[in-house]
């Protein structure tokens, strides 16, 4: 039989895990956990979309993710900030939900200076995400296709880049095991700057 991992039975242990599989997912491309489903409402309706994970801040349990300030999913966090984040190792049989409120960081400077002008170029946009177009385009002018934008150049897309900085207050774990599946939820109790964690293990 397959020995089971330290945190099989220890919810401290999961949230270690967690920890450390959200902060590699930022760090490391190949990483299952660069990558994040985030999933909005638009009116009455959920909307999903993969996106990655550009940070966590494991100090105040925030994830923060990259957006063009115009797309669909900003105007809809605007009228409703509730956020849910799913994340999935198919190897490691480990499915992480995340539910929280969402705010808008609009022109934020720290993480546009982190990006290279061959990333900036995607905001260089004129028209705004979804807009129908007769012919297939990147959006961006045709003159950045193989070649980065300058510093000048690509300044201009800081107007239209936003991040959108989610603020967890559940996190549900899964994990598929042949011994027997582990499900826990971390419940993040925040009261003025502080907070805390309730820890509970539920029923797979």
């Known amino acids: 039989m397959k020995e089971v991992p330290k945190f099989y039975n220890d919810l401290n242990l999961t949230l270690e895990e967690i920890m450390y599989l959200l902060s590699r997912g930022v760090k490391d491309r190949k990483?299952?956990?660069?990558?994040?489903?985030?999933?909005?409402?638009?009116?009455?309706?959920?909307?999903s979309r993969t996106v990655i994970l550009r940070?966590?801040?494991?100090?105040?349990?925030?994830?923060?993710?990259?957006?063009d300030l115009r797309s669909g999913k900003v105007k809809?966090?605007?009228?409703?900030n509730n956020v849910s984040c799913l994340f999935y190792d198919d190897k490691k049989k480990i499915q992480i939900r995340i539910n929280g409120q969402a705010k808008i960081e609009k022109s934020y400077q720290p993480s546009w200076d982190?990006?290279?002008?061959w990333s900036k170029r995607c905001y260089l946009s004129v028209e705004k995400p979804g807009t129908e177009v007769v012919k297939p385009s990147s959006g961006f002018p045709e003159q950045f296709t193989n070649e980065s934008p300058n510093d000048e150049n690509s300044i201009e897309g800081l107007k239209n880049f936003a991040v959108i900085k989610v603020m967890i207050n559940t996190?549900?774990?899964?994990?598929?095991?042949s011994q027997g599946h582990r499900r826990a939820v971390f419940n993040i109790l925040r009261k003025d700057s502080h907070f805390s964690i309730n820890k509970k293990w539920l029923i797979p």
Do not use: R, V
């Open 31 to 47: 990483s299952s956990f660069h990558y994040t489903m985030l999933s909005t409402i638009n009116g009455k309706n959920p909307e």
């Open 114 to 117: 982190k990006l290279t002008n």
């Open 55 to 67: 940070n966590f801040n494991k100090d105040i349990f925030e994830l923060n993710i990259h957006s």
């Open 171 to 177: 996190i549900e774990w899964l994990y598929l095991a």
């Open 76 to 80: 809809q966090i605007e009228a409703n």
